[in-house]
């Protein structure tokens, strides 16, 4: 079984390792109130993504993009401040070249629903013969099907599978690995078919725009090392350079960490390194590990060759490569601070097993010749220099078989996670995945806290002064929660915008569900209160329209009139709706509001139909925002949307599992209900462009809402009064749900009888009964109760960390400590 919690008196951090997860976890965890200290062995942070000086040029390591699917990925740039430093495509555009011929082709999306949105580009694919380019369709509607989760689809080859399908060696050469294997690191033959689903799923057939590509127009030093230097200092990390650890020692009293310059003892530990530099410092053993983990893991090189001509020979940002060795080839002029005619051009090799021994000599004879079939203004061109680098452990390796082998971040140990892009965030080796992995490895050591340490987050100004940054000041747990300045006219602000919310907002949704038909239109206005089953109009009652209200305020909040956020607080309801009408079939839930759910009046099949009705409406609505920002709020909607469902995925799995941390539980819980919450104060920030200290507040504080909504919601699953709820009576313990409350008390000592209860059959009423007041008598309602009121705390202290209005702030304040002392 893992642990996760930490003891009460643990306070001091260490995060080893300064790459993308590491930076991601030391800020998550300093964002808590914790002493958080950074070790890195080099001279700088950033890890894999740095850069170097090479005369007058900066020159990256190594070629990294990212997808517009990557979100977390683009959260830390957010949190950062860098975003603006990157470019990111309006549009999916490939340029395709070929060493046998000087024509060009285009792999770009068009604006139908993934997956049509490349059915065109494909078509015209003509690296690939025509009766291939017909079967892509089919060939990518079963790749959508697979579960990647599946050990058996973990264990089968990409290649292997794509070949079972149709495909030839061709078209698995210039489409499936043209894509494949940039992301992957991986020969198709030698890839998990479970990790090239992944890629396939996520990034070509969820969303027609989520495989549009980014990348830095800056050197990825000043994009990541240097941001993260300035932001740990910031949120008061003690970050040291060139610091190896030679040694990781669990001890009973903390984690003893021993570097170059002396040791130290530390409560906990984040392990933010390669599997290789873990072993050097800790037997795997000591933490549940395989002791091969290293070995089983394995290493997959990259090469990267820089050239610098005197002259443009590439007219795009850069080049895709079918009938060539070379892959891609990237112009990196601008971020190399080129200002004349020079050109410097970037060839990333994915899967180098075969060159990463070669010598710069040789790998020069090499690539040259390729360049010039490839490029065809290589033949007039100097090559003023020619140089590479090399990513030897660039990635594990993604062989089949390889998905078993990755741990989470919690370890056997309590006080030590693990982060690393080679951990089990669900993504291949990617950096999204390490930034991922930092954000899981900060939930573990998070999820056991005690109720009173987030009261002592830090206070930090949001304004810099020249030469330096406000330090951190940190309040201890014994100072009050920060109040509003009129606090004692926060119902007043509450009622108001309750009633604004009515007035707004349901006019909107009206307007919304009156563009559907049929059983459609009356399926959707039943659960939103406005009709019975039979359509007769009723007395609305379609909750208390807490998302909406929220967005409201935020708007508020950002000085800006709240009828501007009116699109998307109704998108924001009609798709909480989305998200009731399917948990209620799959929760198997017949009473909501105090009356049935829509499946126990219909169907399931209808239900459904009638959810996904009310999730298309969602984008609808937002996207007819007249703004100049409604494009980038509703992809917010839509990274929303996909933490719903991965949020609500991870709550069915955990159903079907004997154990699940309370690490893992908090994180689906950040995911189904945080997210959404989140999402509810950020989209109203970006659909009116406020400032980044705004934004970034705001969705601290409905993340943190989130937190306790969940805490609460769960206490109400299992002590709720369904004349109060509107739910049944104990149906969280009904269904065996791994609750929060349930999965906290099942990590208390000597719960062998509970774990068997929470593993057999179908529970009799009062069994139910019996055990949910063992649960009160264990303390687990008073956990969700403390829990709920320290993420309150965080809430109301990100409302003072940026410059917001303070009539909305009491509002966003009375909200918060409603959410937190909803009846039983």
């Known amino acids: 079984m893992t642990h996760s919690a930490l003891p009460a008196a643990r306070r001091a951090v260490c995060v080893i390792g300064g790459g993308l997860a590491g930076i991601t976890a030391a800020l998550d965890l300093a964002d808590r109130g914790l002493e958080v200290t950074l070790l890195e062995s080099r001279a700088r942070l950033g890890g894999l993504t740095h850069s170097f000086r090479r005369g007058e040029l900066w020159v990256d390591g190594g070629q990294h993009v990212f997808l517009r699917c990557c979100t977390s990925y683009l959260g830390l740039l957010d949190r950062l401040g860098v975003r603006h430093l990157t470019y990111l495509q309006e549009r999916l555009d490939v340029p395709i070249a070929s060493e046998r011929s000087a024509d060009r082709t285009l792999l770009r999306r068009n604006d139908l629903p993934a997956p049509l949105h490349l059915s065109a580009a494909l078509l015209r694919h003509r690296w690939m013969p025509l009766r291939q380019r017909l079967a892509v369709g089919r060939v990518a509607l079963a790749l959508g099907r697979l579960d990647p989760a599946d050990p058996q689809v973990d264990a089968q080859s990409f290649g292997g599978w794509l070949r079972q399908h149709g495909a030839d060696d061709r078209s698995i050469e210039v489409l499936w690995e043209l894509i494949g294997k940039a992301t992957l690191n991986a020969d198709a033959d030698r890839c998990s078919l479970a990790l090239a689903a992944t890629v396939f799923q996520l990034g070509m057939l969820a969303d027609k725009g989520a495989a549009d590509i980014g990348w830095s127009r800056v050197p990825l030093q000043q994009l990541h090392g240097d941001a993260a230097d300035r932001a740990l200092a910031e949120a008061g990390c003690t970050v040291r350079l060139r610091s190896k650890v030679s040694a990781v020692v669990p001890g009973d009293t903390g984690v003893r960490v021993v570097a170059h310059a002396g040791e130290e003892t530390y409560d906990a530990v984040v392990l933010a390194v390669p599997p290789a530099a873990l072993e050097r410092m800790i037997d795997p053993i000591a933490l549940g590990l395989p002791a091969d983990l290293a070995d089983g893991l394995g290493v997959s090189p990259i090469v990267n060759v820089h050239v610098v001509l005197d002259r443009p020979v590439l007219d795009t940002d850069f080049v895709a490569a079918v009938d060539s060795p070379l892959q891609w080839v990237f112009d990196r002029s601008a971020a190399a601070g080129i200002q004349d005619r020079r050109q410097c051009l970037a060839v990333s090799v994915s899967a180098a097993d075969e060159l990463i021994g070669m010598t710069a000599a040789q790998l020069r004879d090499w690539a040259l010749p390729h360049l010039c079939d490839l490029l065809p203004g290589m033949a007039g061109a100097q090559v003023l220099d020619f140089f590479v680098t090399r990513e030897p452990e660039a990635t594990f390796r993604a062989a089949p078989g390889s998905a078993r082998l990755r741990p989470g971040a919690a370890t056997s140990r309590p006080g030590v996670a693990l982060a690393g892009a080679w951990t089990d965030t669900g993504w291949p080796a990617t950096m999204e995945g390490a930034v991922r992995s930092g954000h899981a490895a900060a939930t573990v050591l998070l999820a056991g806290l005690p109720a009173d340490l987030p009261a002592s987050l830090p206070a930090r100004s949001t304004r810099h002064s020249v030469g330096g940054s406000t330090p951190a000041v940190r309040r201890s747990a014994a100072d009050p929660v920060p109040a509003p300045a009129d606090r004692d006219d926060g119902p007043r602000v509450l009622l108001h915008a309750q009633e604004l919310t009515q007035t707004l907002v349901t006019p909107a949704l009206r307007k919304a569900v009156d563009t559907l038909d049929g059983l459609e239109h009356l399926v959707v206005a039943y659960h939103l209160g406005f009709v019975d089953k039979r359509g007769n109009p009723v007395r609305e009652d379609g909750g208390k329209k807490l998302r909406p209200m929220l967005a409201l305020l935020a708007a508020q909040a950002v000085r800006a009139d709240p009828a501007q956020a009116v699109s998307g607080a109704a998108a924001l309801e009609l798709l909480h709706n989305f998200s009731l009408v399917h948990d209620d079939i799959m929760d198997r839930d017949r009473t909501r509001r105090h009356r049935e759910t829509v499946w126990s009046v219909w169907d399931e099949a209808t ?169 009160d008598q264990l303390g687990a309602r008073q956990w969700c109760r403390e829990s709920a009121d320290a993420a309150i705390c965080e809430a109301v202290d990100a409302l003072h960390r940026a410059d917001l209005d303070e009539t909305a702030v009491t509002g966003l304040t009375e909200v918060a400590h409603y959410v937190a002392g909803r009846d039983m």
């Not at 709550?651 to 689906?668: I, K, N, P, W, Y």
């Not at 009116?688 to 909504?709: C, E, K, N, W």
């Not at 990590?747 to 019996?770: F, H, I, K, N």
Request: charged share 20%.
């Open 607 to 775: 239900a459904i139909l009638g959810g996904d009705a009310m999730h298309a409406l969602a984008f609808e609505t937002v996207l007819a925002d007249p703004g100049p920002h409604a494009a980038e709020a509703g992809h917010l909607l839509a990274a929303t949307t996909r933490d719903l469902i991965r949020g609500q995925i991870l709550d069915m799995g955990f159903e079907q599992r004997h154990t699940v941390s309370l690490g893992e539980c908090r994180a689906m819980a950040a995911a189904k209900t945080g997210a959404l919450l989140r999402c509810s104060t950020e989209l109203p920030a970006v659909l009116l462009g406020a400032s980044h200290d705004q934004r970034t507040a705001l969705a601290t504080y409905g993340r943190a809402v989130g937190d306790a909504f969940q805490l609460v919601d769960d206490l109400l699953g299992i002590w709720g009064v369904p004349s109060v709820t509107g739910k049944s009576n104990h149906s969280d313990l009904r269904a065996k749900k791994r609750s929060l409350p349930v999965t906290w008390a099942l990590e208390q000592p000597g719960q062998r009888a509970l774990a068997a209860w929470v593993d057999s059959g179908e529970p009799t009423d009062s069994e139910v009964a019996r055990i949910a007041t063992q649960l």
